[in-house]
T-cell receptor, first 116, second 114 residues
Framework: GAVVSQHPSRVICKSGTSVKIECRSLDFQATTMFWYRQFPKQSLMLMATSNEGSKATYEQGVEKDKFLINHASLTLSTLTVTSAHPEDSSFYIC????????????FGPGTRLTVL | AQSVAQPEDQVNVAEGNPLTVKCTYSVSGNPYLFWYVQYPNRGLQFLLKYITGDNLVKGSYGFEAEFNKSQTSFHLKKPSALVSDSALYFCAVRDNTNAGKSTFGDGTTLTVKP
């Protein structure tokens, strides 16, 4: 199956700093990438959808200026949490989908963000 | 709006017994249905999908799911559970009019006891 990597897997930062999370599709070209946030024992909350070369589409209630998404190439998307605060602590998961048609999503292993 | 319901937060079965994890959905148009599994502190792994065709879909690790249009259900099944099947399972639905976005259920924790 297709592989999606995320880096870093775990990050601890101080309140007010910015954190960048990378998501890469290793063996396929991802026309669409998704960013999710998952709280303990809860489902995935879609934050935004991005297509290569275009601006991300954010879900209602997600601050685009706080969660900056860049989908610069067909294999790389980044999520930057700007001026992070403790309430931003969460498990962030990216997902990639290739091509057109009804294809399944391939998920990265997730990034555990802890803001002190 | 599309939605997915997984009515059971937790399912417990004994190893070797059959298992069922339930999922019902609501969507306009034809549904595209997926099951994913998540192990602790990991991302989700794709198990299987239903797009069209046979109502019984076979997937990874011996799992299968049955699409039932009249009951709007897509229950995940396995004839003989393994302890290693213990994980969090998510059902997802997607329609082709929603810009390709999937909606996930709240997840069901499956525990298989030896």
């Amino acid at each position: 199956g297709a592989v999606v990597s995320q880096h870093p897997s775990r990050v601890i930062c101080k309140s007010g700093t910015s954190v960048k999370i990378e998501c890469r599709s290793l063996d396929f070209q991802a026309t669409t990438m998704f960013w999710y946030r998952q709280f303990p024992k809860q489902s995935l909350m879609l934050m935004a959808t991005s297509n290569e070369g275009s601006k991300a589409t954010y879900e209602q209630g997600v601050e685009k200026d706080k969660f900056l998404i860049n989908h610069a190439s067909l294999t790389l998307s980044t999520l930057t949490v700007t001026s992070a605060h403790p309430e931003d602590s969460s498990f962030y998961i990216c997902s990639a989908r290739r091509g057109v048609g009804v294809n399944e999503q391939f998920f990265g292993p997730g990034t555990r963000l802890t803001v002190l | 709006a599309q939605s997915v319901a997984q009515p059971e937060d937790q399912v417990n079965v004994a190893e070797g017994n059959p298992l069922t994890v339930k999922c019902t959905y609501s969507v306009s148009g034809n549904p595209y249905l997926f099951w994913y599994v998540q192990y602790p502190n990991r991302g989700l792994q794709f198990l299987l999908k239903y797009i069209t065709g046979d109502n019984l879909v076979k997937g990874s690790y011996g799992f299968e799911a049955e699409f039932n249009k009249s009951q709007t259900s897509f229950h995940l099944k396995k004839p003989s559970a393994l302890v290693s099947d213990s994980a969090l399972y998510f059902c997802a639905v997607r329609d082709n009019t929603n810009a390709g976005k999937s909606t996930f259920g709240d997840g069901t924790t499956l525990t298989v006891k030896p």
